[in-house]
């Protein structure tokens, strides 16, 4: 192949130039994105049934749900919750399961269960999560304007207008409350006209309805029959009749006005003295579209809007997904672009000529390009794990163009030129290069099948990486010997050259003492493996960096039962907090019922935007400390510290430490998650610990005598539907005004919902027509009750948070936390781990496991091309030497062992499998040649010293700027290059001297055992 190329330059040209022209095109419309669009397997499914306590929504919806969806297949937990009036249950697959079909199994096991439902619950919502999950943009309508103008616009005008941008999915409103249709009724009123609260219901239900009435069939025309049975105004309504020409007007009133207020959003920017009342528009991408893109579109459309706004009012961001991203990327290809200069310039040292610099330099852009190409062709992004790829891939394209073009420049000094030389000078490296490009391909495949989601973010880091290594190889083969037979020649050596061949003088010198004292090198190095295996033991574990975008979430909960008053009182407290932190630049508050899916108002969330950067301000995990700390001194308030997930707030909490601890009894439960947090509160490098089991909620519990109900008549669903229709929020049905429809609901008057014995001011009606006293029938009492029951896998649970700080590891954590567990578990319990535990657990088994599959395809892929059992070992036997430095540079700059740096260690695997071979392979064949083994040691030194420190070098200085972790984002990118340089630090010197060594005992072996 290569020498058809070499004789055809122009149409080498037009082949290379195709990879860039396709390239710079996918690289204007590839989407850019934060994160791979990933379709997690799990399905959502949110049930409401108002007014219902969560042991009724446990035992009337929640465990139907999950009894039908326990005949799926492909099934890993199911997780549910039920609160008063819903019920939230996540199904989370397998993640071999197609999401789609998941979806399909979900939607058709819950109309199953809905057949048992009560009647009165509303339809399932099933949804699907993936990435687009997580918010585009937020933007807040803030200001002092009177609440009807700003509702009016947020519902009727804004979210219709963002609704109608290019990209967006979804638009959510926060803090908004419509206008419904009230009817308020006086029982004490009721009671002296001898009527109840059901015969009310009963008026307004037939009386406000508009049913088709059919149609007149004249001779020449048809007529349809349409019955106005609404009211078209709220004095319609009131003069609607009960009984004995009695009307609602008598009872109560009817008024057009605003929803119960039960949430409440407010904004401060940071040239604002305090916080302003708003609306917050949550606005969501649709799947697959370019995030930077639909963001800029949308920032565009609230520019256009803030100028139709009355005075008073303003829309401004309070969190753009695409700024953190535009940043991002923008400093990651500027890492990609500087550790192409640098790679440049170790190669213009080594060579001297600004010419054959620029032969290797052309692979970067080609395979870049390509591979860019590559991925917009097959529907990927450029991402923080694609775009890790090609920095990464910056050192390693230009290695195979290396070593091809030195083989060339070495038979040029032989004597030969031009298409002589460049023929001879690849074939002499051809089965090197397919030897070392394989091993380094070999050695990602297993990340693509990693079972995790983990796995399903790095797929296109791996991917990236095997697409630029086979285009290099391409190109190696092609363009590089092509250009060499016409620019390569034999010059006069710079500085930088002689000084190397001083080194390689030392060297040589070096490795022949090393050849004389085997047992010496062998104990210096087997002593730095087991250092690099003494430190790997006390290296820091975590899942994952946290990356400084410059945002975070504050989660507080007041106690349960709290008023929305006092809720209130609290948050303003919270806000006193962190308007005062020094770095907060602005941000946004909700809390209530509603926000983010919470059922009840005692709780919500700060969005908390910092500075930029450029201001000084410390790391956000700094930052995030100092909240913690300055917020845990407000009294009667749980703040939790968190970080948005890759699905967005409402996802729910995300933690370090998460178990689920699972029985048959919620008070045994309570008990014992009790004792666990007490101890992680005692032990110290635990923060945020907390629960999500609630049981003291305030209840009035309602208990009938049923013979005494009986003998007078009145049904259990009499009493429970008095009750549901003056302190619940009973929907009538809607209410039509102009273009717009709006919910028609009952209850009593406000005044008379203050107190709970009030009960003993309502009546029934009984058998004989006379109303009767309700505590007649009833008793009742205040006690405490659950806010929430939680089940996982169809058991009770109790799910235990926290992170972790002062220094303390992740890995260090789950152990410590395990035995807590255990210390404390009773017979009849067990404990799982969940959430982002679970994932470092499984994560790092399954990274193992693809290390050594790496390991063993490498070994048997250099078994097949040397077609020796033995070789093979000679190069993986070099692989420990890398342990050292991986760990001590982990140490030394502070860094910990994350799934990033992981992947730097199978990285590193690939480089150091690449060196030994390109030296063993040119050993193996001199001996084929003649040369007897300690000078075909020296000869193949000779040869492949130079293009091994190359392509070492390049690798080493094009991860330099991504190393210093300066950029946006870094913080994701630099424990991979910090352990791939580290490891090449204490590898390629080791190697260098041992392979030769290693090499001679194992040939030695093969040679008696053939004996």
């Given at each position: 192949?290569?020498?058809?190329?070499?004789?055809?330059?122009?149409?080498?040209?037009?082949?290379?130039?195709?990879?860039?022209?396709?390239?710079?095109?996918?690289?204007?419309?590839?989407?850019?994105?934060?994160?791979?669009?990933?379709?997690?397997?799990?399905?959502?499914?949110?049930?409401?049934?108002?007014?219902?306590?969560?042991?009724?929504?446990?035992?009337?919806?929640?465990?139907?749900?999950?009894?039908?969806?326990?005949?799926?297949?492909?099934?890993?937990?199911?997780?549910?919750?039920?609160?008063?009036?819903?019920?939230?249950?996540?199904?989370?697959?397998?993640?071999?399961?197609?999401?789609?079909?998941?979806?399909?199994?979900?939607?058709?096991?819950?109309?199953r269960a809905q057949k048992n439902f009560p009647p009165d619950a509303d339809p399932p919502i099933v949804r699907k999560v993936d990435t687009s999950m997580a918010p585009t943009v937020s933007i807040l309508l803030?200001?002092?304007?009177?609440?009807?103008?700003?509702?009016?616009?947020?519902?009727?005008?804004?979210?219709?207008?963002?609704?109608?941008?290019?990209?967006?999915?979804?638009?959510?409103?926060?803090?908004?409350?419509?206008?419904?249709?009230?009817?308020?009724?006086?029982?004490?009123?009721?009671?002296?006209?001898?009527?109840?609260?059901?015969?009310?219901?009963?008026?307004?239900?037939?009386?406000?309805?508009?049913?088709?009435?059919?149609?007149?069939?004249?001779?020449?025309?048809?007529?349809?029959?349409?019955?106005?049975?609404?009211?078209?105004?709220?004095?319609?309504?009131?003069?609607?009749?009960?009984?004995?020409?009695?009307?609602?007007?008598?009872?109560?009133?009817?008024?057009?006005?605003?929803?119960?207020?039960?949430?409440?959003?407010?904004?401060?920017?940071?040239?604002?003295?305090?916080?302003?009342?708003?609306?917050?528009?949550?606005?969501?991408?649709?799947?697959?579209?370019?995030?930077?893109?639909?963001?800029?579109?949308?920032?565009?459309?609230?520019?256009?809007?803030?100028?139709?706004?009355?005075?008073?009012?303003?829309?401004?961001?309070?969190?753009?997904?695409?700024?953190?991203?535009?940043?991002?990327?923008?400093?990651?290809?500027?890492?990609?672009?500087?550790?192409?200069?640098?790679?440049?310039?170790?190669?213009?040292?080594?060579?001297?000529?600004?010419?054959?610099?620029?032969?290797?330099?052309?692979?970067?852009?080609?395979?870049?390009?390509?591979?860019?190409?590559?991925?917009?062709?097959?529907?990927?992004?450029?991402?923080?794990?694609?775009?890790?790829?090609?920095?990464?891939?910056?050192?390693?394209?230009?290695?195979?163009?290396?070593?091809?073009?030195?083989?060339?420049?070495?038979?040029?000094?032989?004597?030969?030129?031009?298409?002589?030389?460049?023929?001879?000078?690849?074939?002499?490296?051809?089965?090197?290069?397919?030897?070392?490009?394989?091993?380094?391909?070999?050695?990602?495949?297993?990340?693509?099948?990693?079972?995790?989601?983990?796995?399903?973010?790095?797929?296109?880091?791996?991917?990236?990486?095997?697409?630029?290594?086979?285009?290099?190889?391409?190109?190696?083969?092609?363009?590089?010997?092509?250009?060499?037979?016409?620019?390569?020649?034999?010059?006069?050596?710079?500085?930088?050259?002689?000084?190397?061949?001083?080194?390689?003088?030392?060297?040589?010198?070096?490795?022949?003492?090393?050849?004389?004292?085997?047992?010496?090198?062998?104990?210096?190095?087997?002593?730095?493996?087991?250092?690099?295996?003494?430190?790997?033991?006390?290296?820091?574990?975590?899942?994952?960096?946290?990356?400084?975008?410059?945002?975070?979430?504050?989660?507080?909960?007041?106690?349960?039962?709290?008023?929305?008053?006092?809720?209130?009182?609290?948050?303003?407290?919270?806000?006193?907090?962190?308007?005062?932190?020094?770095?907060?630049?602005?941000?946004?508050?909700?809390?209530?019922?509603?926000?983010?899916?919470?059922?009840?108002?005692?709780?919500?969330?700060?969005?908390?935007?910092?500075?930029?950067?450029?201001?000084?301000?410390?790391?956000?995990?700094?930052?995030?400390?100092?909240?913690?700390?300055?917020?845990?001194?407000?009294?009667?308030?749980?703040?939790?510290?968190?970080?948005?997930?890759?699905?967005?707030?409402?996802?729910?909490?995300?933690?370090?430490?998460?178990?689920?601890?699972?029985?048959?009894?919620?008070?045994e439960l309570e008990k014992i998650s009790s004792q666990i947090e007490s101890k992680l509160r005692q032990t110290p490098g635990y923060t945020d610990v907390d629960t999500d089991l609630r049981i003291n909620q305030?209840?009035?519990?309602?208990?009938?005598?049923?013979?005494?109900?009986?003998?007078?008549?009145?049904?259990?669903?009499?009493?429970?539907?008095?009750?549901?229709?003056?302190?619940?929020?009973?929907?009538?049905?809607?209410?039509?005004?102009?273009?717009?429809?709006?919910?028609?609901?009952?209850?009593?008057?406000?005044?008379?919902?203050?107190?709970?014995?009030?009960?003993?001011?309502?009546?029934?009606?009984?058998?004989?027509?006379?109303?009767?006293?309700?505590?007649?029938?009833?008793?009742?009492?205040?006690?405490?009750?659950?806010?929430?029951?939680?089940?996982?896998?169809?058991?009770?649970?109790?799910?235990?948070?926290?992170?972790?700080?002062?220094?303390?590891?992740?890995?260090?954590?789950?152990?410590?936390?395990?035995?807590?567990?255990?210390?404390?578990?009773?017979?009849?319990?067990?404990?799982?781990?969940?959430?982002?535990?679970?994932?470092?657990?499984?994560?790092?088994?399954?990274?193992?496991?693809?290390?050594?599959?790496?390991?063993?395809?490498?070994?048997?892929?250099?078994?097949?091309?040397?077609?020796?059992?033995?070789?093979?070992?000679?190069?993986?036997?070099?692989?420990?030497?890398?342990?050292?430095?991986?760990?001590?540079?982990?140490?030394?700059?502070?860094?910990?062992?994350?799934?990033?740096?992981?992947?730097?260690?199978?990285?590193?695997?690939?480089?150091?499998?690449?060196?030994?071979?390109?030296?063993?392979?040119?050993?193996?064949?001199?001996?084929?040649?003649?040369?007897?083994?300690?000078?075909?040691?020296?000869?193949?030194?000779?040869?492949?010293?130079?293009?091994?420190?190359?392509?070492?070098?390049?690798?080493?200085?094009?991860?330099?700027?991504?190393?210093?972790?300066?950029?946006?984002?870094?913080?994701?990118?630099?424990?991979?290059?910090?352990?791939?340089?580290?490891?090449?630090?204490?590898?390629?010197?080791?190697?260098?001297?041992?392979?030769?060594?290693?090499?001679?005992?194992?040939?030695?072996?093969?040679?008696?055992?053939?004996?």
């Amino acid at each position: 192949m290569y020498k058809f190329f070499i004789q055809r330059p122009i149409t080498t040209w037009m082949f290379m130039l195709s990879f860039i022209m396709v390239g710079l095109y996918s690289l204007k419309y590839i989407p850019i994105d934060r994160n791979p669009n990933v379709d997690f397997p799990v399905v959502s499914i949110t049930t409401t049934y108002a007014g219902a306590s969560p042991y009724v929504i446990d035992t009337n919806i929640t465990r139907y749900i999950e009894d039908e969806l326990a005949t799926i297949n492909g099934i890993e937990a199911i997780n549910s919750a039920s609160y008063t009036g819903q019920s939230r249950i996540t199904v989370i697959f397998d993640l071999d399961k197609d999401i789609d079909i998941a979806a399909q199994e979900v939607r058709d096991a819950v109309n199953r269960a809905q057949k048992n439902f009560p009647p009165d619950a509303d339809p399932p919502i099933v949804r699907k999560v993936d990435t687009s999950m997580a918010p585009t943009v937020s933007i807040l309508l803030h200001g002092y304007a009177d609440y009807g103008t700003m509702s009016y616009l947020a519902d009727k005008v804004l979210k219709r207008e963002f609704e109608r941008v290019q990209g967006v999915g979804e638009v959510d409103l926060a803090g908004f409350r419509d206008y419904v249709m009230w009817v308020r009724i006086d029982p004490l009123k009721l009671a002296g006209l001898k009527l109840t609260p059901i015969d009310v219901v009963r008026a307004l239900q037939a009386n406000n309805v508009e049913i088709p009435s059919g149609r007149v069939d004249s001779k020449d025309r048809e007529y349809v029959l349409r019955v106005y049975g609404k009211g078209r105004t709220p004095q319609d309504i009131e003069n609607i009749i009960i009984k004995n020409n009695v009307r609602i007007k008598d009872v109560g009133k009817a008024e057009f006005t605003f929803d119960e207020k039960r949430g409440l959003v407010r904004f401060k920017t940071f040239d604002s003295k305090e916080a302003e009342p708003a609306i917050a528009l949550i606005i969501y991408k649709q799947s697959n579209e370019n995030t930077v893109t639909v963001a800029k579109r949308v920032i565009e459309k609230m520019n256009e809007l803030n100028k139709q706004l009355p005075q008073g009012l303003r829309l401004d961001i309070n969190f753009d997904a695409s700024t953190f991203i535009d940043r991002s990327v923008n400093d990651a290809l500027h890492e990609i672009i500087l550790g192409s200069i640098l790679t440049s310039f170790v190669v213009f040292l080594f060579l001297g000529n600004f010419k054959m610099t620029f032969i290797p330099s052309m692979a970067i852009p080609i395979s870049i390009l390509g591979t860019i190409a590559f991925l917009f062709f097959f529907k990927q992004s450029l991402n923080t794990f694609t775009l890790l790829g090609l920095a990464v891939a910056v050192g390693l394209v230009i290695d195979d163009a290396i070593v091809v073009m030195e083989s060339i420049y070495r038979r040029n000094e032989e004597g030969l030129r031009g298409i002589e030389a460049a023929e001879k000078g690849t074939r002499t490296v051809i089965f090197a290069l397919l030897a070392s490009t394989a091993s380094l391909i070999v050695i990602f495949i297993p990340v693509l099948f990693i079972k995790s989601v983990v796995g399903r973010f790095f797929f296109g880091f791996a991917l990236t990486l095997i697409v630029a290594i086979a285009i290099s190889y391409i190109v190696s083969l092609s363009f590089t010997p092509m250009l060499s037979a016409r620019l390569v020649e034999v010059k006069e050596e710079n500085f930088f050259q002689r000084v190397y061949d001083k080194f390689e003088n030392w060297f040589d010198k070096a490795l022949k003492w090393s050849l004389n004292h085997k047992a010496i090198v062998l104990t210096i190095s087997i002593v730095t493996v087991f250092i690099g295996f003494k430190l790997a033991s006390i290296t820091p574990k975590e899942f994952s960096p946290i990356v400084d975008e410059g945002i975070f979430l504050v989660r507080f909960e007041t106690p349960t039962g709290s008023s929305f008053e006092f809720v209130d009182k609290k948050a303003k407290e919270l806000e006193k907090i962190i308007s005062s932190n020094p770095y907060v630049l602005r941000y946004g508050l909700a809390f209530g019922e509603g926000i983010l899916g919470r059922p009840t108002v005692n709780g919500g969330l700060f969005f908390i935007t910092l500075k930029d950067k450029s201001t000084g301000r410390p790391h956000q995990k700094v930052i995030m400390d100092m909240m913690r700390k300055d917020l845990s001194k407000v009294s009667d308030v749980r703040a939790i510290i968190d970080i948005p997930s890759a699905v967005g707030p409402r996802a729910g909490r995300s933690a370090d430490v998460m178990y689920i601890i699972k029985g048959s009894d919620l008070n045994e439960l309570e008990k014992i998650s009790s004792q666990i947090e007490s101890k992680l509160r005692q032990t110290p490098g635990y923060t945020d610990v907390d629960t999500d089991l609630r049981i003291n909620q305030p209840e009035v519990r309602v208990e009938i005598d049923k013979d005494k109900a009986l003998s007078l008549g009145v049904s259990t669903e009499d009493i429970a539907n008095t009750l549901n229709f003056l302190f619940g929020k009973y929907k009538i049905g809607t209410y039509e005004r102009g273009s717009e429809s709006y919910n028609f609901y009952v209850k009593a008057d406000e005044n008379f919902l203050t107190s709970f014995d009030n009960l003993s001011k309502v009546y029934v009606r009984a058998k004989d027509g006379s109303l009767i006293p309700l505590t007649s029938v009833i008793t009742y009492q205040l006690a405490p009750g659950f806010n929430v029951i939680n089940r996982y896998n169809r058991q009770y649970s109790v799910t235990i948070y926290a992170n972790v700080t002062g220094g303390k590891s992740v890995g260090e954590a789950v152990s410590e936390v395990e035995n807590m567990i255990k210390q404390v578990l009773p017979s009849g319990y067990t404990y799982e781990v969940g959430g982002q535990t679970k994932e470092f657990k499984r994560t790092f088994a399954f990274l193992g496991l693809a290390l050594l599959v790496a390991i063993i395809a490498v070994y048997m892929i250099l078994a097949s091309l040397f077609e020796s059992l033995i070789h093979p070992f000679t190069v993986l036997l070099t692989l420990p030497f890398a342990v050292s430095g991986v760990f001590a540079l982990i140490l030394f700059t502070g860094q910990t062992l994350n799934v990033t740096s992981y992947f730097g260690i199978i990285l590193v695997v690939g480089l150091v499998t690449r060196d030994s071979v390109l030296f063993i392979e040119r050993i193996i064949q001199l001996k084929k040649d003649g040369f007897d083994t300690i000078n075909a040691i020296l000869q193949a030194r000779k040869e492949r010293l130079r293009p091994i420190l190359m392509t070492t070098l390049t690798i080493f200085v094009s991860l330099i700027p991504v190393a210093l972790g300066i950029t946006e984002g870094s913080e994701m990118r630099q424990p991979l290059a910090i352990a791939v340089i580290g490891g090449l630090m204490t590898a390629l010197p080791l190697s260098l001297f041992v392979i030769p060594i290693i090499y001679i005992l194992l040939d030695k072996v093969k040679f008696l055992s053939r004996k």
